[in-house]
């Protein structure tokens, strides 16, 4: 029986998963509609999730034995 999961992602703790947001810049346009910007969370780039740790402690433990410590 293989056990092989994917680590689950994190939740963003920045946005905690609502990563993306529509702006009101004030006013309506032609249509009516109000006049928006979709603003996205800068740490998670608008995923709303986050690598596994997993993933950082590797990337650390690697560098830090393929660099070595000076
Ligand atoms: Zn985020």
């Known amino acids: 029986m293989t056990d092989h999961q994917n680590p689950a ?10 990563a993306s947001v529509a702006v009101t810049l ?7 509609f109000l006049n928006t910007i979709t603003a996205h969370c800068k740490r998670c780039e608008g995923t709303g999730t986050l690598p596994p740790l997993r993933t950082l402690v590797d990337a650390a433990a690697t560098a830090a034995f393929a660099g070595g410590a000076k």
């Open 9 to 18: 992602a994190r939740i963003c703790p920045d946005c905690d998963g609502f």
């Open 26 to 32: 004030g006013g309506r346009n032609r249509l009516g």
